[in-house]
């Protein structure tokens, strides 16, 4: 495994992997550049996520069908699938500052012309498809860059908490997003949502533009060649500790994260409550999101066993939403949710990001992010046939039997990787369940 200062060390298994010690939960915000990148990002995520809600419910309203939330939402990260890699190996090629204004460009552009077809009243559902399909397109360049870039500003010293925080900003723009869009969406329609957004990127531009470029930590990028692609992959698989976190948030990332396929069920079939219901369901799971996402901050290390946990925990919650009787009780277990969901998102982004060389960064974050979000192509459409066709109860149920299941196997994998045996006996006159070493718990066999 390496560090995050790019010295790489023998690929060790590991149920940890260390990162810097704890620091102030806002330190990284004393570094000018990431500060302007920070306060750029918060107005763009704010905008994105008023798009997200105002095209979910733009396509339930022209079509009637969850089946038809999950296709966009496929569309939206089926490049990502596709291309993902390729993307990995051009931003670890590409300087991140130049790709980013052509990133960042282009998403604007994209939402300016989808509310300017909304507003004159033109909009169709292919419209969207192509919207969604060309966001994902500039996400395949723009997501890595934006990951690998946090170290450039930050240097390694600050990167556990720069990752952490850029998840509290994402965070914190879902509860304001999804709450100005469903205002939107009631009061002016969904064209205004679509026309803030395109406007929001004007701060992350006007960010990238003012950073100094002599405070940037200066990594060496890679030179044109044949076979990177191949070379980032055998690297990832040669460490445990970057592939199984990989495969985990593959899983959830597939199955349990197709929230506007879900909520929107429940708001307008369950409950039949409305766009209303659907921005609350989303504001409460941000609200719970942006506490994991703080808590995470103020960690000193990225724990595996810390992503197991919250891995488990968030597919049970899942399941026991799903069966939940009432509107309320429904809405508040969105809470625990995203904070157990977010809590896996930072702990594999943190663990994956610290254990990866520098010089290989864009390449593996780049497949941690195809796998993430590009999973979700193939699993969006699937769930939304579940649940048209079972309802949305048993959609929401399969996607946090998945997600835990899964988690449940690959703890067991690693804990047998990083040489651990599951210990079960009494103390304190309590049961006890743990994870020993395997040594240790031969050793008091034969004692």
Do not use: C
Request: net charge positive; proline share 5%.
């Amino acid at each position: 495994m390496s560090t995050g200062s790019g010295t790489p060390s023998a690929p060790a298994p590991t149920t940890t992997t260390p990162v810097s010690r704890k620091s102030s939960m806002f330190s990284s915000l004393r570094i000018r550049n990431y500060r302007l990148f920070f306060v750029g990002q918060v107005v763009s995520n704010t905008g994105t996520w008023m798009q997200r809600i105002a095209q979910d419910w733009l396509v339930l309203a022209l079509t009637g069908s969850s089946a038809a939330v999950g296709i966009t939402t496929a569309l939206q990260f089926l490049p990502m699938l596709l291309f993902g890699l390729y993307g990995g190996v051009l931003v670890d090629r590409l300087p991140k500052r130049p790709a980013l204004l052509v990133t960042q460009s282009s998403m604007a552009l994209t939402g300016l012309a989808l509310a300017a077809l909304t507003l004159t009243g033109h909009v169709q559902v292919w419209h969207v498809y192509v919207a969604a399909f060309a966001v994902g397109l500039a996400t395949v360049v723009d997501n890595p860059a934006r990951q690998s870039f946090v170290s450039e500003m930050v240097g390694p010293g600050q990167l556990q908490n720069a990752v952490s925080l850029n998840s509290a900003n994402f965070q914190s723009a879902r509860l304001v997003g999804p709450a100005v869009a469903g205002l939107m969406i009631t009061g002016v329609g969904t064209g205004w949502a679509f026309l803030a957004n395109g406007l929001s990127f004007a701060a992350p531009i006007a960010g990238l533009l003012l950073m100094r470029a002599r405070e940037l930590h200066v990594v060496e990028r890679a030179p044109r060649g044949k076979g990177q692609l191949r070379e980032g992959l055998r690297y990832v698989a040669k460490r445990p500790e970057l592939i199984w976190p990989i495969v985990l948030v593959g899983f959830i990332g597939t199955f349990g994260f197709n929230f506007p396929v879900w909520l929107s069920a429940y708001a307008d079939d369950v409950f039949d409550a409305g766009a209303g219901a659907y921005s609350l369901f989303n504001t409460l799971m941000a609200v719970g999101s942006l506490i994991g996402a703080l808590l995470a901050a103020r960690r000193g290390t990225a724990r595996l066993r810390v992503l197991i946990a919250a891995a488990l925990a968030f597919g049970a919650l899942e399941t026991v939403a799903a069966v939940a009787p009432s509107y309320w009780l429904f809405a508040l277990l969105m809470v625990p949710i995203g904070v157990f969901g977010l809590t896996v998102n930072v702990t594999a982004n943190t663990a994956v990001q610290m254990g990866t060389d520098p010089a290989m960064r864009g390449r593996v974050m780049a497949l941690f992010m195809m796998v993430f979000m590009g999973g979700t192509p193939l699993g969006a459409p699937v769930v939304g046939w579940i649940t048209d066709t079972y309802g949305a109860r048993i959609g929401f149920a399969a996607g946090g039997v998945v997600s835990a299941v899964a988690a449940g196997v690959i703890g067991l994998v690693l804990a047998r990787i990083g040489g651990l045996r599951l210990s079960v006996g009494w103390h304190g006159g309590h049961p006890r369940v743990s994870f020993v070493p395997r040594e240790r718990n031969q050793m008091a066999t034969a004692a």
